[in-house]
């Protein structure tokens, strides 16, 4: 309304001194039946005519404006605004809704005005502005069938759905596409009779069973009503289908099927539980998820993490996680017992950024300084049992300058310690969890004892410019196959010295795999021989023949053969372990491409070329034989197969054991005897029987006579 009024104030303005009169808009394009303009200038002495404009069957044009009275569907009104603007209001004069039958005031056609109109202002027959109005409006689809005023049932919606018309959804009001709705008239019905909504919303309920009983028609066979299914007839499929009310807890019944537990409660911390703070709020911290930063991560029980994230500045930031303040960052957290903990902030001030700029954007002065910048959150949790002792935590800030874009990295951690040890993170218990880092060891040499230090078994982690020099390192996450590397810069002059490039390059992909041993289940224990399984190296054979401008033997890509078992199943979840685990060096030969016209790696000894140095993990799985194998009875006649057909004829005395557990054992028992006198009745009264006391006597009557 304030936009209104500001542009009415400013048009006023404008036409403050002018004696020309004007209309605004000077043209229009009408779709309701409501018109409104706004006549400005000398409006003194001003009347208005309507009139519907026509175009020349010769020239196509309109005729020009008139001020001879002429009468149309529409109604003008005006109101004085000011001095200078007279407001037009002008409202159709007819009923727009479809005609039914003997219906006069209507719209016959769903296109209901189709004109053009001419508003002329005149002072006496003079015209002195006009208005063209374009007017397009269509029939509204609303019923004419008057409103009952009797208070609308609802049924119960547990035992049939809400009405038969569900699509319904606008009272005395025809909705489109609802062919069920009674508030459409026939000729309503005609504009979407072919794309009516389908299924239960439209109201098209499927038609009864032919197993139902009351679906049974005079060609039905005899057995029918013994056979047939007897069911209300509002316990249908698509019951509730709209219905979402309260839920009822059934009672218990004899089940053959394992019952479905539920989800425990957790009032404690245990580990993976997130961690709250006193207000039943997470505790968040930002990390990296799916690939990207989030500042509101949850922060999980004895689950370490440590995250690296890029931003991009253009200007100094404001806004949490890159600029915070101490009191900000002292939340009171839930101990985990209903006591609160404050989180203890220490700030560091770093002077070197290079650990969080890359030396092409540190700036020494001559840009936008921003200071005080949140480089690192480093928490640190100290707990006991399913307690948390003391949070305490490092803000590391910095002073950023700023010379146009700069790509600033930032950390985040969070440790878990309890006695001054920090708490290795488990991937799985027992077995590992797909997604989980693959965990590593090396075999300690003191004591005579067994011991086995953790270590983690990485995959290379390209960043930024993606050279291996600026490269990262990532762990082997169960289950998740992989195919990482980096490029390395190779000069005629490297190419000279083959035997130091190898064993730069072996170094470098030593420095992935440092372990010697892998834990074979994801929650190993360090002391225990059985939980680790030794890593076996190996190389791929080659020949090492070293030419002008080329070094062969070089260990460019290493590779990981991982088997995995589903061992055993706790509580319904498989749980695998890792049965053996090969690293595999690939050689090859690396040579300077000289060709494409570009011969300066071939004749500058400084010119470097970039080679691929690449790692790659596989995941084996190692299928599970469980119980002897198949006989040729069970691969022949599959039909008998109880785990393949529903009916299973070694298990037809199943009812009379004591493993069957649908009713009482006495009652099973007393139905399977019946069955057995039923089934030695039948024999004796069937036609072998008959056969055989027929041989019976006869053999007696013969051995009688012979007497």
Known sequence: MAKVVALLSFLLFCWADSKDLVFQPSSMIATGPRIKA???????????????????????????????????????????????ALQVNMKLNKSLHLCGDNETDCCPKPLCVLETLQLSACEGNTV??????????????ISTNPGSANQTIIPNQVYEPLGSCPCDLTPQTCDIRCCCDKDCSPEELKLFELHCFPGPFGGQLPPVPDYHCSAQREDSPDWFPFLCVISPPENNPYLGL?????????????????????APVFNIYKQGNPIFTMDDQLFTIPQMAIGHCVSNAPVAFLENFNFKCLNLLDSCPTDFPLQTRPSDLRVQVNNGQGGDITVEVRDELIGDLSNFLSNADITPDGGLVCKNVTLALDYTFYWKGNLITNITMIRSVGTVVLNGSVKLTTRYSAVFLTRDYVGDSNSGNPGYQVGKPVIGGIKRTENNTFSVQRTSINLWKPVRDGLCSTAEEQPVLFAVNSTSGCLLLVSLQNLTQCEFLRDTVGSMQKNLITATYAANSGNPDSETEADWIKISYGNSSTSKVDGEGSCSGIPSHIHINIW?????TTEGNAQRMIQAVQVQSTLSTWTLDCGGGDFAPC????????FEVTSSVTFIDIPVRTGPPKTRFQINFTEYDCDKNDVCWPQLAFPLTKYYSGEPHSQALAKGLILVFFFIAAAVLGTPWRQIRQAWSNSSRTVIEDS
């Open 38 to 84: 706004y006549l400005l200038g000398n409006i003194k002495d001003v009347s208005l005519n309507v009139r519907t404009a026509f175009p020349s069957k010769l020239t196509g044009s309109l005729d020009p404006p008139s001020c001879a009275a002429e009468e149309t569907l529409w109604n003008v009104t005006t109101e004085v605004v000011g001095t200078n």
């Open 128 to 141: 002195k502005a006009s208005l063209l109005i374009q007017v397009k409006i269509h029939a509204h689809l």
């Open 242 to 262: 709209f219905y979402n009310g309260d839920t009822i807890t059934p009672k218990p019944r004899p089940s053959f099927q394992m019952p479905v537990l539920s």
């Open 564 to 568: 995995s078992l589903v061992n055993e």
């Open 603 to 610: 004749a500058d000894p400084a010119e470097a070329e970039m």
